[in-house]
Every structure is written in C-alpha cells, then in structure tokens.
Nanobody
C-alpha cells in the first residue's frame, strides 16, 4: 500500500485546513486509515482513525470536536478536516494504514507540514 498525503500549509490560529491522503496498491476491507502528527521534539501522536466502512472512528482528546476524518473507498482517499486550529497543532501530519482503531499501522505516507501561526 502506498500513501500520498497532501493539503498542508500555513494558516492562522482559528482557521481551517483539509488534509487528503490517496492510497494505492493492495488495500483491504480490514484496513483502518488514520492520521498521525509529529511536532519537533515530540513523539508521533495518533489523532484519528476510521474503519473501512466508516462505521467506527477514533479521535484523540486533543482533536475531538475540531478534526473530522472521512474516507471515500471508491476514490481510495481518506481526508481530515481540521477546524479551529491552534498554534500547538503545528506539526508534520502523516496518513497511515493498518488494522484496528489504534493500530498497528504499518503503511505510512510521506508527511505534510501544517503550521499554525498565532
């Protein structure tokens, strides 16, 4: 499975961004898709995940109510709408594919930078 993330950029605090991830290769109906982020000097953090049929989602407390994950299996894409962005959301964001709401995640995209200015 190959993953290509896009949509990062610079935004002011309170603004919104939408990240997208295109998947190719051997996807599976068992796959969960997820978004992680890693800020400088911090560990990679699982933000949100979604099951194959979209019926099961997980959100970390840090993004609950602000970020929304969705997927379109016909287009092999997963997206994350990020609203009410804060400077502490600044990080490199990664999409990933794996099994289970909290992992393991074994396929990773290349990362896209999100910078939120105050």
């Amino acid at each position: 499975v190959q993953l290509q993330a896009s949509g990062g950029g610079l935004v002011q605090a309170g603004g919104s961004l939408r990240l997208s991830c295109a998947a190719s290769g051997r996807t599976s109906s068992n796959n969960y898709m997820a978004w992680f982020r890693q800020a400088p000097g911090k560990e990679r953090e699982l933000l949100t995940s979604i099951s194959w049929n979209g019926g099961n989602t997980y959100y970390a407390e840090s993004v609950k109510g602000r970020f929304t994950i969705s997927r379109d299996n016909a287009k092999n894409t997963v997206s994350m709408q990020m609203n009410s962005l804060k400077p502490e959301d600044t990080a490199v964001y990664y999409c990933a594919a794996g099994w289970g709401a909290v992992g393991p995640y074994v396929y990773w995209g290349q990362g896209t930078q999100v910078t939120v200015s105050s």
